[in-house]
């Protein structure tokens, strides 16, 4: 997974597959998190996002789960698809509106 | 509902010109972040508008500026470009003022400097 920082650079899944991107997050004081996937030539596009007050949240196909005792934050997407194939980034939001982000995971399904 | 939209999308400057991307945000949207990407990096933080005044700055230095107007769109400037201003820049609107909230990314602006 990324660390806000990467630590494994590219995943590679079987479509239909489940998929599990991490990220170890720095700062303990960041109380609110995003996840962005980003298509070749497109900007980041939003997924799913969660506050510090939270440990797990769900979206279509899509779980977050944060552990803010090791600081760590995962995306879990159901049923792999080939249009999920994407570079996947976390965020984090430590004060105001500022989002440091991670260097991205590569994330390629195979039919 | 309009998206957030960038231009140009491509841009080719040589070292030491100056440079202007423009951004209109999302409708209803009043805060607009600008964000630099390098190839095969994640998104950096350059600064913040919201009301019209710079709301947060990254560590980018001084000849990178920007504008906020009062329709809430906004323009990066960059003076005395160098090589290694070469990159994607996003522009993301975010409503909610200085809070937290979820950020709305363009497609961006690829700038080659050469």
């Known amino acids: 997974g990324e660390s806000v920082g990467l630590h494994l650079p590219t995943l590679s899944v079987q479509e239909g597959d489940n998929s599990i991107i991490n990220c170890a997050y720095s700062?303990?004081?960041?109380?609110?998190f995003i996840w962005y996937k980003q298509e070749s030539g497109k900007g980041p596009q939003f997924i799913i996002d969660i506050r510090s007050n939270m440990d797990k949240r769900q979206g279509q196909r899509v779980t977050v789960l944060l552990n803010k005792t090791v600081k760590h934050l995962s995306l879990q997407i159901a049923a792999t698809q080939p249009g999920d194939s994407a570079v996947y980034f976390c965020?984090?939001?430590?004060?105001?509106?500022?989002?440091?982000f991670g260097t991205g995971t590569s994330l390629t399904v195979i039919p | 509902e309009t998206g957030v939209t960038q231009s140009p999308t491509h841009l080719i400057k040589t070292r030491g010109q100056q440079v202007t991307l423009r951004c209109s945000s999302q409708?209803?949207?009043?805060?607009v972040s600008w964000y630099q990407q390098a190839l095969g990096q994640g998104p950096q933080f350059i600064f913040q508008y919201y009301r019209e005044e710079e709301n947060g700055r990254g560590n980018f230095p001084p000849r990178f500026s920007g504008l906020q107007f009062p329709n809430y769109s906004s323009e990066l400037n960059v003076n005395a470009l160098e090589l290694d201003d070469s990159a994607l820049y996003l522009c993301?609107?975010?409503?909610?003022?200085?809070?937290?909230?979820?950020?709305?990314f363009g497609s961006g602006t690829q700038l080659s400097v050469l």
């Open positions: 965020a984090e939001n430590m004060a105001g509106n500022q989002f440091y």
């Open positions: 409708s209803g949207h009043n805060t």
């Open positions: 700062n303990s004081a960041s109380d609110y």
């Open positions: 993301a609107s975010s409503s909610g003022g200085a809070g937290a909230e979820k950020l709305f």
